[in-house]
């Protein structure tokens, strides 16, 4: 299986920060991510798919970039609504692997 | 749209077994692979199963190899995951998943005696 891992594990920042997540793939799995945001008690909600583009509805202060074993994930001005914990995800493999996260906080 | 729900999660004893069960809708279901997701408490995801469009293929997590299966039934719009020999390390909320955008709402198993 590919191995997904994630950094930071936890973030705080305030309203209007530039938020940064990278995600690194054991192998080469082009771009074949996606960004996921969950919310507590809800299921993980799509926000970027195939690296860097933007789910249909998504705010386009949410981006994301890479390819092959390393991406990164970003929020261009951090809104009170997006505390919550997102996952990078591949799906070059059949088996889909996922990060372990990062929680996103506000100072 | 697309719609998943999930049924069947509850309380069950270690040892014991338990059924879930996921009716698709807003899609050609028997054209699509099916997934089921579980996220332990305060924990992150894992794939558990997941199944080819045609019940043909089927891969499973390590931590389940052996106790769960997954299988479909094209004619009902529905995966199902049976699940065995649980142990206390099963309790968590199950997703089924179609991958991309689309999952359930989730449903919680929880082992214990």
């Given amino acids: ?107 | 749209q697309v719609q998943l729900v999930e049924s069947g999660g509850g309380v069950v004893q270690p040892g014991r077994s338990l059924t879930l069960s996921c009716a698709a809708s807003g899609f050609r279901f028997s054209k699509f692979a099916m997934h089921w997701v579980r996220q332990v408490p305060g924990k992150g995801l894992e794939l558990v199963a997941l199944i080819s469009y045609d019940g043909s293929k089927k891969e499973y997590a390590d931590s389940v190899k052996g106790r769960f299966t997954i299988s479909r039934d094209n004619s009902k719009n529905t995966v199902y995951l049976q699940m065995n020999r649980l142990r206390a390390e099963d309790t968590a909320v199950y997703y089924c998943a179609l991958g991309g955008p689309d999952w359930g709402q989730g449903t919680l198993v929880t082992v214990s005696s």
């Fill in chain 1, 1 to 107: 299986d590919i191995q997904m891992t994630q950094s930071p594990s936890s973030l705080s920042a305030s309203v209007g920060d530039r938020v940064t997540i990278t995600c690194q793939a054991s192998q080469d799995i082009r771009n074949s991510l996606n960004w996921y945001q969950q919310k507590p008690g809800r299921a993980p909600k799509l926000l970027i798919y195939d690296a860097s583009n933007l789910e249909t509805g998504v705010p386009s202060r949410f981006s994301g970039s890479g390819s092959g074993t390393d991406f990164t994930f970003t929020i261009s001005s951090l809104q009170p609504e997006d505390i919550a914990t997102y996952y990078c995800q591949q799906y070059a493999h059949i088996f889909l692997t996922f990060g372990p996260g990062t929680r996103l906080d506000l100072k």
